[in-house]
């Protein structure tokens, strides 16, 4: 139904910056939430950044201040600029999207951030 097309992972040294990109496609064209989440080795998935489609955003109080979740023009993008990494960001991110009670995930893309 849905595809979701992440970019922009990496690695990077401490306090450098990131900016991930995920596209979605399919028989949906809008969704009602839009945002990230990350697993990092050996933890539980956890939510990064989440933008609504009335552009309420809601952050994980760790990232708070360092990273920015927007959506792009289309409705059908959502992006997450990534500032001031440190080691501990380094983690799997991963694009979710939500329409009514569905939900859908990306594959993830790894971001490293070294010390």
């Known amino acids: 139904q849905v595809q979701l097309v992440e970019s922009g992972g990496g690695l990077v040294q401490a306090g450098g910056s990131l900016r991930l990109s995920c596209a979605a496609s399919?028989?949906?064209?809008?969704?009602?939430?839009m945002g990230w989440y990350r697993q990092a080795p050996g933890k539980q998935r956890e939510l990064v950044a989440t933008?609504?489609?009335?552009?309420?955003?809601n952050y994980a109080f760790s990232v708070k201040g360092r990273f920015t979740v927007s959506r792009g023009n289309a409705k059908n993008t959502v992006y997450l600029q990534m500032n001031s990494l440190k080691p501990e960001d380094t983690a799997v991110y991963y694009c979710?999207?939500?329409?009514?009670?569905?939900?859908?995930w990306g594959q993830g893309t790894q971001v490293t951030v070294s010390s």
């Open positions: 979710n999207v939500q329409f009514a009670s569905l939900n859908f």
């Open positions: 933008i609504t489609s009335g552009g309420s955003t």
């Open positions: 399919g028989t949906i064209s809008s969704f009602n939430t």
